[in-house]
Each structure stands twice: as C-alpha cells, then as structure tokens.
C-alpha cells in the first residue's frame, strides 16, 4: 500500500525560506514528485527526484533520501504568489499518489 | 503547444444522472489519467489509460468508467450519480510508457471540470 504524511499547514513569512516535508511509505518506489496547486487550478508539476540528492530549480529546491523514505521541498525568497497548496506524489506503476498536501500562506 | 483540455468545465447534475466529462491530452502525450478532488479526501486516482487500454484502476465502485479513443483523447463516465460524487475531475497527461524511470516533466493536468450533483 501506499502512505504519505505532510504536515497540513505551513506559514511563512514574505522573502523567507520555508521546508515542506514528506515522508512516505510506498511499494515500487521509483522517486519522488512534487506539485504545486493554487486555489481553483490545476496540479502543476515543480520536480522529480529519482534519486537520493538535491534538484535544484530556480528558487525551488527538492531532496530525497531513500533510505530514510523521505523528501522535502525548500521555496527559497518566498513569495506571495507563492501560497498554494504543495504536494509530494511518488509515481508508482501508471499513477501519481498524492500526498495530502501542505497548505502554504505566505504572508507580508 | 495546446495545454491539457477538459471540456465541460462546470456542471451540475442530479442524483441518479449519468455524466460524461472529456479530457484532451497534449499532442503526441499516449497516458491520460483521471483523479477526483475533493477537499476531504484529497487528490485520488480513478484510472489511466494507455494506448486506449485502461492499465491501472483506483478504488471507486463501478459507476465509474472511462476509455480512451484512438487519438488519445480520454473520457470518464459516472452513472447513477449521487452526492458525494461532486469534486474536482482532473485528467492528466504524460508521455511515460510505463513503470520505472519517470520522465522529469511529470504529469500536465488539465483545469478540471467541476461536477455539481444537487
């Protein structure tokens, strides 16, 4: 079966850095997603780790660590647009497993 | 390039209806699957198609079904619909095969269509 935890909420504050993180219990492993998701949109893809390391894209971040069946995702210069909903999705098989999913507020 | 497009994007239906939503993938994209939103149980798989083969299914009873047309293009049915059936429909699009290596581009999802059932 599958199992994903994140925390439900996060705040921060505007030009700060904020950590989402994930951990995870799943079959057929092959990495780790992340989404982003504003209110009334779609999921928008932000990044995959297939392996245990840092991607680094823009002012997003994104680790994995198998072995400790863990993830998180770091927002660097947080910004207002930035406050959505976040989600960590291994691909397992022919399907994305989603997370919960962490609120972001960004506030001033 | 033509993003992920669902069509109707709101409707509202009664119990005991049968609604069908449609879903057109990006252009050369052969996966399409399909996910229920709703704010209490999150984002949950329905089922992907393949090559109009449906590969994988998620745990919904059998009011709902779906099929994928030779182009690609995908549609989902939900008969004798009831209340709890509003959410979020989002279908989404990837190039990927199969299981194992995952593309790094990820799934594109389309804006969703909003199912009402009053």
């Known amino acids: 079966g599958q199992s994903l935890e994140q925390p439900s909420e996060v705040t921060a504050v505007e030009g700060a850095i904020v950590q989402i993180n994930c951990t995870y219990q799943?079959?057929?492993?092959?990495?780790l997603s992340w989404y982003q998701q504003h209110d009334g949109g779609a999921p928008t893809f932000l990044s995959y780790?297939?392996?245990?390391g840092l991607e680094e894209t823009g002012r997003f971040s994104s680790f994995l660590s198998r072995s400790d069946s863990y993830g998180y995702l770091l927002l660097q210069e947080l910004q207002m647009k930035d406050s959505a909903s976040y989600f960590c999705?291994?691909?397992?098989?022919?399907?994305?497993?989603f997370g919960t999913g962490t609120q972001l507020k960004v506030e001033l | 390039k033509a993003g992920v497009t669902q069509t109707p994007r709101y409707l509202i239906k009664t119990r005991g209806q049968q609604v069908t939503l449609s879903c057109s993938p990006i252009?050369?994209?052969?996966?399409v699957s399909w996910y229920q939103q709703t704010p209490g149980q999150g984002l949950q798989f329905l089922f992907e198609?393949?090559?109009?083969?449906?590969?994988n299914k998620g745990n919904f009873p059998g009011r709902f079904s779906g099929r994928q047309f030779s182009n690609s293009r995908s549609e989902m049915n939900v008969s004798t619909l009831e209340l709890g059936d509003s959410a979020l429909y989002l279908c989404?699009?990837?190039?990927?095969?199969?299981?194992?290596?995952?593309?790094?581009?990820?799934?594109?999802f389309g804006s969703g269509t909003r199912l009402t059932v009053v």
């Open positions: 989404a699009s990837s190039i990927t095969q199969g299981p194992g290596p995952f593309p790094n581009y990820g799934y594109t």
């Open positions: 799943t079959s057929g492993f092959y990495g």
């Open positions: 780790n297939g392996l245990d």
């Open positions: 999705a291994p691909p397992s098989g022919d399907k994305l497993t």
């Open positions: 252009s050369g994209h052969r996966s």
């Open positions: 198609y393949f090559s109009e083969t449906q590969r």
